[in-house]
């Protein structure tokens, strides 16, 4: 039997605003109206930015409890520390999944070198919820280079996949997700088609870094910025008007309550007032210097 192709149901403009200690990012979500698009907390879109010498701005030591940050890079370069005593650099095409869990407190600032040259710094930041159950897991780091990420192509070579989770065509990601998402980067020359088989038990949706496509079986137009959110059903249908980029992103709902403040993303607000005095009061720890 072959899936359904979902409809679009909604397209969502972006928000622009700052955040960390200043750099700007253009969010779709969580707005006002919008806190989460169950099992996704938050979209940011960071740039394209180019920062003068020694202008760039990062997020410097901050906690978070819960859930579990996604950092994909385009270009640029980032270094991050964190309070377990872990360090990583992200260059383009690398990917970051940090399952915070019980908590940490990391920074996540401008690759040194990078610092003092400036450039262009571009991607993606994704919070991604976790069960009740696992919110207070031990935290743990998976960070990808990008040459361990699979990319699919298609047979005429005008549509490629970068394949972050999930599974397409035969690639697997090699990031192994607590729950069941789809994270995929997919390019297209105008006039490209992708189909991008999903599970029905995930919702869907693109958002839309360049260029300009048509998404889904009513064909909705997607321009950079906006992020198409797809109903039930199965595959993901996509078309470059002109020749375009997007993120695919889909997982299955956690149909839990969400309590949220700032970096805290839990299921009561009695959780949200302990991650709060646990942070304050130095549990979730320090950076070292
Ligand atoms: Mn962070």
């Given at each position: 039997m072959t899936p359904i192709a979902r409809n679009v149901t909604r397209v969502i403009d972006s928000v622009s605003t700052l955040e960390g200690g200043g750099f700007p990012v253009r969010r779709p979500f969580p707005v006002a109206g919008l806190s989460h698009i169950d099992p996704f907390l938050l979209l940011d879109h960071l740039g394209p930015v180019t920062w003068a010498p020694r202008?760039?701005?990062?997020?410097?030591?901050?906690?978070?409890?819960?859930?579990?940050?996604?950092?994909?890079?385009?270009?640029?370069?980032?270094?991050?520390?964190?309070?377990?005593?872990?360090?990583?650099?992200?260059?383009?095409?690398?990917v970051q999944w940090m399952t915070a869990g019980a908590g940490v407190v990391h920074s996540e600032m401008p690759e040194s070198r990078f610092y003092e040259t400036g450039g262009v710094m571009h991607g993606f930041q994704i919070w991604v919820n976790l069960p009740a159950r696992e919110?207070?897991?031990?935290?743990?780091?998976?960070?990808?280079?990008?040459?361990?990420?699979?990319?699919?192509?298609?047979?005429?070579?005008?549509?490629?996949?970068?394949?972050?989770?999930?599974?397409?065509?035969?690639?697997?990601?090699?990031?192994?997700?607590?729950?069941?998402?789809?994270?995929?980067?997919?390019?297209?020359?105008?006039?490209?088609?992708v189909s991008i088989q999903v599970p029905a038990?995930?919702?869907?949706?693109?958002?839309?870094?360049?260029?300009?496509?048509?998404?889904?079986?009513?064909?909705?137009?997607?321009?950079?910025?906006?992020?198409?959110?797809?109903?039930?059903?199965?595959?993901?249908e996509a078309q470059?008007?002109?020749?375009?980029?997007?993120?695919?992103?889909?997982?299955?709902?956690?149909n839990e309550p969400v309590a949220r403040y700032g970096?805290?993303?839990?299921?009561?607000?009695?959780?949200?007032?302990?991650?709060?005095?646990?942070?304050?009061?130095g549990r979730l720890g320090t950076i070292a210097a």
């Open positions: 202008q760039a701005i990062g997020a410097p030591a901050h906690p978070h409890r819960g859930f579990e940050t996604v950092t994909y890079l385009l270009e640029g370069a980032m270094q991050h520390k964190d309070s377990a005593g872990h360090q990583g650099k992200l260059t383009p095409g690398d919110k207070m897991i031990a935290p743990r780091y998976q960070e990808i280079p990008a040459a361990q990420i699979p990319e699919w192509r298609s047979d005429d070579g005008a549509a490629t996949l970068r394949v972050i989770a999930g599974e397409h065509g035969g690639k697997r990601a090699v990031i192994a997700t607590r729950t069941p998402i789809m994270l995929m980067h997919a390019k297209l020359m105008a006039g490209a088609n038990e995930m919702r869907a949706m693109c958002y839309v870094i360049d260029g300009a496509l048509a998404f889904g079986a009513n064909r909705e137009r997607g321009n950079a910025g906006q992020l198409a959110l797809f109903d039930a059903g199965g595959s993901v470059a008007i002109s020749a375009g980029q997007f993120l695919l992103l889909a997982g299955q709902p956690l970096p805290f993303v839990m299921n009561t607000h009695t959780e949200i007032r302990q991650a709060i005095a646990d942070y304050s009061e």
